[in-house]
């Protein structure tokens, strides 16, 4: 018997009272509050094409209002202007509004964070302020009132419906577009745009992507308040006005995909309650709204969860809860540790199950040679001149004293950053200066000194992200996600020993787990080269233990050439075949270990007279 969870249950059924109550809204609302309540549902749109900016992908736009504007003027422009059906300035809106968005989208998306942020607020002004100015155009000040609209829509019950149905059909194309491959793109993008770049996508692109979806949307949904109060004017593209879908998918709670609906029908009702019966309005709505939030930082969506951890508080649920605790709570420590270290012992071993095809090999030949890199900061010389050859199959480690260069040498060959001069071959392919994603697709792959995971995301959902990015699937913006690539998540995940936690939120996971999952990723993308940043740093003896097996199966059973920085000397020389020396952005010498370690200038110069 499947037992679905109960706090599952209790959004669906707050969900299905919620539509209920909006189909049913002509029949028991005054004429007053039903035309609220078709702004409410014109909101709802509104705050749901926001929230694919700003909780599925991670977008902070402050200038989203500008296209709600666009799209009521492309239905006022054309019916009063040019004499055509308001229905089709509904129609073109969503055309309009990509173009436009994509165009802003473009220049906007050169800037990253606050900078992103600040351009699309600057952008809707410029807008702002030509609709104003353009008196003879869009009315100036005054705007464009009484818009014709057709006979049907002159009956307040069909135009609710009307409206009604066109955000219906937007917040479910909208719904099919976060739960698609490409939404799950979106969300790996919001929570690590570093990592979504190494798992071979092209975060610009997609975020591009996710720009003009969300203009589009937010342009059908002014059209229809254009047609609905048959007017249009500057003020829809203030940048006020770009704060209200910001609060209604706060108040709604953005982590949820019908949070922010509920956030616009709440706000919309409230402030026009408010609005009513005061001149203070602004002031009123602003402190109900901070209450809100400060009560209830989830949003509304979160209130199910926060009344199940409330009833959970109470004495009956307490004592229940004590008497079904964990069976490990009542373990010694002694007993407890050692069935920990057995499990993860055995998680260190190979697994017998199926794996993924190792990598091809080629003969002892280099995968990776690097010629007279340089890299300039300041007048700082990085990277001087560096030469490096890393064999294929091989375990090579990258050592030298902090400043030496290494970091900045790991990120020439990744492509996070752009040499001044010299080349990069991957598998005799010049990929000098080539983009993340692109190596990522070659073979490459890159585990960062701070693990670098989707840290939202299951461990599941990371491993199938990767899958999914290398094979190319989050260009689909329809599909399912969870039935993608079962059985290879399965069985890269017993591969670093993280199939009992495949369920567990990747920022749950202890440091040396999320390793782990970094390797896991990297084996999911059929690398066959892996940059490891420090690996074992912050490590605790046993979790440095398991790491070092699980880099030798990576080497030895699955063909992955690996390439490591590393501080920690005991594992540098324990398990790497060939060790290069940098010190002041250069190569100061290179061979196996044992002749390494006994070179009287890495002596001097880094591990110190007691090596």
């Not at 609220?36 to 977008?59: P, R």
């Not at 976060?178 to 690590?192: K, V």
């Not at 090999?361 to 690097?370: K, N, P």
């Not at 006994?598 to 591990?607: A, C, K, N, T």
């Amino acid at each position: 018997m499947i037992r679905v969870p109960a706090e599952r249950v209790a959004r669906a059924a707050l969900l299905g009272l919620a539509l209920l109550a909006l189909v049913a809204a002509p029949y028991y609302l005054s004429p007053g509050d039903e035309y609220v309540a078709g702004l409410a549902v014109i909101a709802v749109l509104f705050a749901l094409s926001y929230n694919l900016l700003l909780g599925t992908t991670g977008l902070v736009s402050f200038g989203h209002a500008a296209f709600y504007g666009i799209g009521a003027f492309t239905v006022a422009l054309l019916a009063t202007r040019l004499y055509a059906s308001a229905l089709l300035g509904l129609a073109l809106a969503p055309i309009v509004g990509a173009g436009v968005g994509l165009a802003v989208g473009a220049f906007c998306l050169r800037a990253v964070h606050l900078y992103f942020s600040l351009l699309t607020l600057a952008v809707s002004q410029l807008l702002y302020v030509a609709a104003f100015e353009a008196d003879t155009i869009t009315g100036g000040d005054n705007g464009i009132h009484g818009i014709p609209i057709p006979d049907f829509l002159n009956d307040p019950t069909a135009a609710y419906f009307f409206v009604l149905a066109v955000v219906a059909a937007g917040a479910v194309l909208l719904l099919l577009i976060t739960r698609s491959p490409f939404g799950a793109a979106l969300n790996a993008i919001r929570e690590n745009r570093q990592r979504a770049a190494f798992v071979g996508l092209s975060v610009r692109l997609y975020e591009l992507a996710a720009f003009t979806i969300a203009s589009s949307l937010a342009a059908v949904a002014g059209a229809l308040y254009a047609i609905y109060d048959q007017q249009a004017f500057a003020g829809l593209l203030f940048w006020t006005e770009s704060g209200t879908p910001v609060l209604m998918a706060l108040i709604g709670g953005m982590r949820t995909f019908f949070g922010p609906a509920a956030g616009a029908v709440f706000y919309t009702f409230l402030a026009a309650r408010v609005q009513s019966s005061t001149i203070y309005w602004d002031l009123i709505i602003g402190a109900i709204l901070l209450l809100i939030v400060l009560a209830l930082p989830g949003g509304l969506a979160s209130i199910p969860a926060q009344a199940r951890a409330l009833l959970a508080r109470l004495p009956g649920r307490r004592r229940a809860g004590r008497a079904t605790a964990d069976p490990a709570a009542g373990m010694s420590r002694t007993a407890l540790e050692a069935e920990v270290l057995a499990g993860a012992g055995a998680a260190a071993r190979p697994s017998s199950s199926p794996s993924i095809a190792p990598a091809r090999a080629s003969g002892d030949s280099d995968l990776l040679t690097a010629r007279d890199l340089s890299k300039r900061f300041l007048g700082l010389k990085a990277v001087d001149g560096v030469d490096l050859a890393v064999k294929r199959g091989g375990v090579h480690a990258l050592i030298g004293p902090n400043g030496a260069g290494k970091t900045t040498l790991f990120n020439l060959i990744s492509g996070r950053i752009q040499p001044d001069s010299g080349q990069v071959l991957f598998d005799g392919v010049d990929v000098t200066g080539a983009p993340p994603n692109r190596l990522a697709r070659a073979g490459m792959g890159r585990a960062f000194q701070t693990t670098a995971v989707f840290g939202r995301l299951t461990v599941e959902q990371n491993v199938r992200l990767a899958l999914m990015g290398i094979h190319g699937d989050t260009r689909r913006p329809l599909g399912r996600v969870g039935t993608l690539y079962r059985e290879e998540v399965a069985a890269t995940l017993a591969g670093v020993g993280l199939e009992e936690r495949a369920h567990t939120p990747a920022s749950e996971l202890s440091h040396g787990d999320q390793r782990a999952l970094e390797l896991g990723i990297s084996l999911a993308l059929q690398a066959r080269l892996l940059l490891l940043d420090e690996p074992t740093a912050g490590m605790s003896p046993y979790e440095t233990r398991r790491t070092l097996e699980l880099l030798r199966e990576l080497s030895a059973n699955r063909n992955v050439t690996l390439l490591l920085t590393e501080h920690d000397m005991e594992v540098v020389f324990g398990i790497a075949d060939t060790v290069t020396v940098m010190a002041e952005g250069r190569v100061l010498t290179e061979g196996k270990p044992d002749y390494v370690r006994r070179h009287p200038d890495v002596v001097r110069l880094y591990l110190g007279d007691t090596a």
